[in-house]
T-cell receptor
Framework: GAGVSQSPSNKVTEKGKDVELRCDPI?????LYWYRQSLGQGLEFLIY??????PDKSGLPSDRFSAERTGGSVSTLTIQRTQQEDSAVYLC?????WGRGNTIYFGEGSWLTVV | GENVEQHPSTLSVQEGDSAVIKCTYS??????FPWYKQELGKGPQLIID?????GEKKDQRIAVTLNKTAKHFSLHITETQPEDSAVYFC????????????FGKGTKLSVKP
């Protein structure tokens, strides 16, 4: 596609419910990242996928958070038993590969509100 | 791990003035320093980047400087315009390794007409 596509753009969920956020990276990009942005805060790294390598999950805040990337393309970030502190914008990004000269492109984000 | 500090958190300038945003980083292995601009309701967009083999890079009204010894880098916007109003993020990372970018907390720039 023309850019990184994320869905849904907005999601309101009740505390305790599970949510899934989807990311469709730019075609041909092998690297995919998830970041979280809380209101007025910076970008917090969550997880990184590079090709067929094992993902870097070092940023996931708890075991309620997980992500997968099927077929090296689309990724799904899952948050189980959502809490109010999970409310944030979840940004997905992709790059051709992590290496010199490869720009990271961000999607518009999925705004999650837990009530 | 890497830690990136960004200052100021908010910056207000008059149209036509210059704006400077500064960042420091902690990991001497970092060699890639991009700057992103985020407009309200949108994802961050890359505006300029610099690598540790150069000290300065310029693109029209935007310039970035890097002092690797002091581990700091700055964004300079000259002749600011109202459309420059946005949140700006600096980031640091190591190219060529399986890793990720660490971002600063952002600077909200307001350009008053």
């Amino acid at each position: 596609g023309a850019g990184v596509s994320q869905s849904p753009s907005n999601k309101v969920t009740e505390k305790g419910k599970d949510v899934e956020l989807r990311c469709d990276p730019i075609s041909g990009h092998t690297a995919l990242y998830w970041y979280r942005q809380s209101l007025g805060q910076g970008l917090e790294f969550l997880i990184y996928f590079q090709g067929n390598s094992a993902p870097d999950k070092s940023g996931l805040p708890s075991d309620r958070f997980s992500a997968e990337r099927t077929g090296g393309s689309v990724s799904t970030l899952t948050i189980q038993r959502t809490q109010q502190e999970d409310s944030a914008v979840y940004l997905c990004a992709s790059s051709r590969r992590w290496g010199r000269g490869n720009t990271i492109y961000f999607g518009e984000g999925s705004w999650l509100t837990v009530v | 791990g890497e830690n990136v500090e960004q200052h100021p958190s908010t910056l207000s300038v008059q149209e036509g003035d210059s704006a400077v945003i500064k960042c420091t980083y902690s990991d001497s292995a970092s060699n890639y320093f991009p700057w992103y601009k985020q407009e309200l309701g949108k994802g961050p967009q890359l505006i300029i980047d610099i690598r540790s083999n150069v000290g300065e890079k310029k693109d029209q009204r935007i310039a970035v400087t890097l002092n690797k010894t002091a581990k700091h880098f700055s964004l300079h916007i000259t002749e600011t315009q109202p459309e420059d109003s946005a949140v700006y993020f600096c980031a640091a990372g190591v190219e060529g390794s399986q890793g990720n970018l660490i971002f600063g907390k952002g600077t909200k720039l307001s350009v008053k007409p």
